[in-house]
């Protein structure tokens, strides 16, 4: 157990509807990363909060947004919501100046 | 930018056979290496790191070395067990500024012990 939960596990959903992802990182650490993992593209980092703002971004796409709360815990919203976003979507955390990430369990995204 | 490749898989071996999965990257800096391991159903485990070049990182019977030369950073167990049947991800990290460490990863490498 990394000490990183995500909740739900499973989520199942249509075309054009918006879900919502939840991660509560490890006790103590101020990072939170968004991954996703799909059969085509494989692990792509999406996006990075620190102390709950925005540092870095990667492949997210514009239907996608996510933020960092003061209890640290994140969320990452997906809109507009198209076959090709099912995937698994993990989050990470890690502490200040720490490259270790310790990932959750993920989520499982199934649109149909 | 940055890149890992990792070599194809899958990897079938024979139980306390060697096992190797070769990993070379690309980056622009020094980064930081990892391997990661995901169990079927389950997340990624940090298995091990190394920071710097000519660093080893190693974790339950599992080793790596960091070749700056060779740009590498292979994954080498002794005498693999069923239990070590899982997919592999080499990644590295690189430093953008500060707090800011995005993980790039290979493709994966899936490794399956028969008894």
């Known amino acids: 157990d990394s000490g990183v939960t995500q909740t739900p596990k499973h989520l199942i959903t249509a075309t054009g509807q918006r879900v919502t992802l939840r991660c509560s990182p490890r006790?103590?650490?101020?990072?939170v990363y968004w991954y996703q993992q799909s059969l085509d593209q494989g692990l792509q980092f999406l996006i990075q909060?620190?102390?709950?703002?925005?540092?870095a971004k990667g492949n997210i796409l514009e239907r996608f947004s996510a933020q960092q709360f003061p209890d640290l815990h994140s969320e990452l919203n997906l809109s507009s919501l198209e076959l090709g976003d099912s995937a698994l979507y993990f989050c990470?955390?890690?502490?200040?100046?720490?490259?270790?990430?310790?990932f959750g369990p993920g989520t499982r995204l199934t649109v149909t | 930018g940055d890149s890992v490749t990792q070599m194809e898989g899958p990897v079938t071996l024979s139980e306390e056979a060697f096992l190797t999965i070769n990993c070379t990257y690309t980056a622009t800096g020094y980064p930081s290496l990892f391997w990661y391991v995901q169990y079927p159903g389950e997340g990624l485990q940090l298995l091990l790191k190394a920071t710097k070049a000519d660093d080893k990182g190693s974790n339950k019977g599992f080793e790596a070395t960091y070749r700056k030369e060779t740009t590498s950073f292979h994954l080498e167990k002794g005498s693999v067990q069923v239990s070590d049947s899982a997919v592999y991800f080499c990644?590295?990290?690189?430093?953008?500024?500060?707090?800011?460490?995005?993980?790039?990863f290979g493709s994966g490498t899936r490794l399956q012990v028969q008894p």
């Open positions: 006790s103590g650490d101020l990072s």
């Open positions: 909060y620190y102390n709950g703002e925005e540092r």
């Open positions: 990644a590295l990290s690189e430093h953008l500024g500060t707090g800011r460490r995005a993980l790039t």
């Open positions: 990470a955390s890690a502490r200040t100046d720490s490259y270790e990430q310790y």
